[in-house]
T-cell receptor
Framework: SQQGEEDPQALSIQEGENATMNCSYK?????LQWYRQNSGRGLVHLILIRSNEREKHSGRLRVTLDTSKKSSSLLITASRAADTASYFC??????????FGKGTTLSVSS | DVKVTQSSRYLVKRTGEKVFLECVQDMDHENMFWYRQDPGLGLRLIYF???????EKGDIPEGYSVSREKKERFSLILESASTNQTSMYLC?????????????FGAGTRLSVL
């Protein structure tokens, strides 16, 4: 019952460029979260946006949420090599079990 | 900081062995989760637990069982390991379900079943 689907599956950019990845989902949500996973490690929470919010910022991260289109985007500005990782969106419906997408793999080269 | 510790980073087992994956969290979280992660399939929920001795099946519970005898510890058990259970296993925890459900993950256990 996966709900979030990230797009693109993979993204390669140069340091200093912006990276945008998108997430679509299918049913109503309470909130949407983004996580990062460095290679071979666990996931780390980045940012959460509630269903009544449209945009949220955290440092170089900007998340938008469009509930009418059931989509969210994560923008990383001025990317660095250290941003190389996989990024997952996760949706929280009524319960405690998040539903994760398959992720976008971001590669930032110097 | 919340710490979720998985007992092994890498594990190699034989087909048919009984395998225990251990997870401990130090923040008195009520909810704990086990996921497996496979290329192209993302994270899939195996089991989760709301409280001590309570467990709920996730999306792919077949071939797995869990144990939560203490609040801080959540064990995933492969009763008879099979090669299709070769995967990355991730444990996570979150406080009461009335919070925002931000999950805190361990570093993962990469299990190979030969």
């Amino acid at each position: 019952s996966q709900q979030g689907e990230e797009d693109p599956q993979a993204l390669s950019i140069q340091e200093g460029e912006n990276a945008t990845m998108n997430c679509s989902y299918k049913t109503s949500i309470n909130n949407l979260q983004w996580y990062r996973q460095n290679s071979g490690r666990g996931l780390v929470h980045l940012i959460l946006i509630r269903s009544n919010e449209r945009e949220k910022h955290s440092g170089r991260l900007r998340v938008t949420l469009d509930t009418s289109k059931k989509s969210s985007s994560l923008l990383i500005t001025a990317s660095r090599a250290a941003d190389t990782a996989s990024y997952f969106c996760a949706t929280d419906q009524a319960g405690t079990a998040l539903i994760f997408g398959k992720g976008t793999t971001l590669s930032v080269s110097s | 900081d919340v710490k979720v510790t998985q007992s092994s980073r890498y594990l190699v087992k034989r087909t048919g062995e009984k395998v225990f994956l251990e997870c401990v969290q130090d923040m008195d979280h009520e909810n704990m989760f086990w996921y497996r992660q496979d290329p192209g399939l993302g994270l899939r929920l195996i089991y989760f637990s709301y409280d001590v001795k309570m467990k709920e099946k996730g999306d792919i519970p077949e071939g797995y069982s869990v144990s939560r005898e203490k609040k801080e510890r959540f064990s995933l058990i492969l009763e008879s390991a099979s090669t299709n259970q070769t995967s990355m296993y991730l444990c996570a925890s979150t406080p009461s379900q009335h919070t925002k459900n931000i999950q805190y993950f361990g570093a993962g256990t990469r299990l190979s079943v030969l």
